[in-house]
């Protein structure tokens, strides 16, 4: 009941277009970019929303709960196509209301006295004056999956306070592969806005961690630049490993004409050594007795 089969977006899917802030066509001018597609779904029902609150003993945000009650989760994608091939590059995601799950803190393993997340918290990252409080795995925090983000970390809605868990106290952090908290943003409206102006782009959440985007990440920003990216990110020291890549040049089509190449004179075998000589001419021009003219 969640999803249908994904169609192509067009203008005759207003409500889409204005649920994607219109970067469908952006993506869609862009080149190289083919099949941006979007799976339609169902609002969630209020008692759905109810039923999470209850369960979850959490009251969730006044934006959030709108968006559900306007699509019960969202995922957009679109890809490239290079030579022949078409390569799945950008990917948008928020949960349904039935797979914001609690973050697991039971162990890891299936083993006896195994670690829990909670053990494996770094008590040393402390907030800072510019980064508030980070998320614990414990009881003093609640956290929800928005996005798993494909596999190179989470979005996570956090309760800072614990259970019972206020709308108020909500923030959206990222969980990176390595278990260290990054903050986005204090709402989640503006969380959303971050993903649809960054297109969706390969580990984008990494710009906003010390470390940053691979350097393959940093191929696809500098071909496909985000709408809000900050460019600094993208310049001196980077400038040493990343190839400034031509999107008109890299989707052009193969198919050239050949042009036969001119035969010239062959070079003796020692010719490469010591200063060039003047140029010879062939024995046919030679005898017309005028020098050739190159």
Known sequence: MEETPPPLLGSNKPHLE????????????????????IIEKAPAERHMISSWEQK???????????????????????????????????SMAINSISKLTQLNQSSLY?????????????D??????????????DSRSVIFELDPCNGNGKVCL????????????????????????????????????????????????YAFT??????????????????????????????????KLDPSKVFKSKNKTLIPKKKGSVQPA????GPAG????SRSSSGSGNPVRK
């Open 18 to 37: 204005k649920l994607t802030l219109g970067v469908t066509r952006i993506l869609e001018s862009s080149p190289g970019v083919t099949e941006v597609t």
């Open 56 to 90: 979850n003993n959490c009251v969730l945000p006044e934006d959030l709960k709108n968006f559900y009650l306007m699509t019960n989760g969202f995922h957009m994608t679109w890809n490239v196509k290079l030579d022949e091939h078409t390569i799945p590059l950008g």
């Open 110 to 122: 299936s083993l006896p006295n195994a670690p829990t997340l909670a053990d494996l918290e770094d």
């Open 124 to 137: 040393t990252q402390e907030a800072s004056e510019n980064q508030p409080e980070k998320p614990h795995f």
């Open 158 to 205: 956090v309760y800072k306070r614990g259970k019972p868990a206020l709308a108020q106290d909500t923030e959206i952090w990222f969980l990176d592969r390595a278990l260290y908290w990054h903050f986005l943003t204090d709402t989640f409206t503006a969380y959303y806005r971050l993903l649809i102006t960054h297109l969706g782009l390969p580990q984008w959440q």
């Open 210 to 243: 010390s470390y940053g985007i691979s350097p393959q990440a940093k191929q696809w920003f500098n071909m496909y630049k985000p709408i809000t990216y900050n460019t600094n990110l993208l310049t001196e020291e980077t400038d040493s490993f990343v190839n």
């Open 270 to 273: 020692g010719g490469q050594k």
């Open 278 to 281: 003047p140029p010879s001419t």
